[in-house]
Nanobody
Framework: VQLQASGGGLVQAGGSLRLSCAAS???????MGWFRQAPGKEREFVAS???????KYADSVKGRFTISRNNVKNTLYLQMSSLKPEDTAVYYC???????????????WGQGTQVTVSS
């Protein structure tokens, strides 16, 4: 499956953005996740959603971000609210067969979309 992330941009602190990840194939068979990577830092887990729509979040985004999926449209979403400058990063969507916070467990990756939060 090929993934294409979009929706990033420049936003002021406290603002909101919605990221989308469009898949070329059926995502209904995959666990889907969002990761992010800031300059000079390792890629980190943001959120994941299982086949049964069970969700997991990093502590740093819990209560501010919401992950969702539309298996009919083959699209993954990340609604981000109350954004902070420390949320600035390239955001990647990913698909895998196992619900995990580890990037190594995901088999397919999108190209990334830049999110910049100004203070």
């Amino acid at each position: 499956v090929q993934l294409q992330a979009s929706g990033g941009g420049l936003v002021q602190a406290g603002g909101s953005l919605r990221l989308s990840c469009a898949a070329s194939g059926w995502i209904s068979a995959y666990v889907m996740g969002w990761f992010r990577q800031a300059p000079g830092k390792e890629r980190e887990f943001v959120a994941s959603i299982s086949l049964t729509a069970s969700t997991k979040y990093a502590d740093s985004v819990k209560g501010r971000f919401t992950i969702s999926r539309n298996n009919v449209k083959n699209t993954l979403y990340l609604q981000m609210s109350s954004l902070k400058p420390e949320d600035t990063a390239v955001y990647y969507c990913a698909a895998g067969s196992k619900s995990s916070r580890e990037a190594s467990e995901y088999d397919y990756w999108g190209q990334g979309t830049q999110v910049t939060v100004s203070s």
